[in-house]
């Protein structure tokens, strides 16, 4: 009865094996955690989440210089079925700038300039306004600056074989 209140709350979010996820509402909430922010999450100390980032046990994100986690990883690693970004972020179709965009990923402005620059992260430019759409970060962000977990790794293969 319990779960099928949260369930029917418009915030809430189900992931696919029917695990209730705290509801997240905006981008912001759902943006790229630092390693402090990961293990203040996880209830760890920094030195763990950086065993589980080493041992491959938690996805990351490599970002120019800095490792990000993504707070879909982190209830994935805590939970047994994985959590897709959509599910988290609510509205992939809303649109960032450089500002917005760096506090997504929690990288510096200079930065992201960088990522449009020198790697094609994918953008829209309109005069001298550059614009990012959230679901084309995404996508990006996982073909291009996510670094698996192993036990990812051996599933995707698995499949494919």
Known sequence: MEQEHASQHSGTVV??????????????????????EAAAFLKVSRQTVDRLRYNRRLAYYQIGGSVRFGPWDLHE????????????????????????????????ERTIEHLTGNHGLWHRK??????????????????????????????????TA
């Open 15 to 36: 992931s696919d094996g029917g695990q209730i996820l705290p509801p997240l509402h905006t981008w912001m909430e759902a943006r790229l955690k630092t390693r402090d």
């Open 126 to 159: 309109v005069g001298r306004c550059v614009r990012f759409q959230l679901r084309d970060v995404l996508a990006q962000l996982k073909q291009v600056f996510r670094v698996t977990a192993r036990s990812e790794a051996r599933t995707s293969s698995l499949t």
């Open 77 to 108: 690693l805590i939970g047994v079925t994985p959590v897709s970004p959509e599910s988290l972020v609510g509205d992939v179709c809303c649109v960032l700038d450089k500002r917005d965009l760096s506090r997504f990923l929690s990288v510096s």
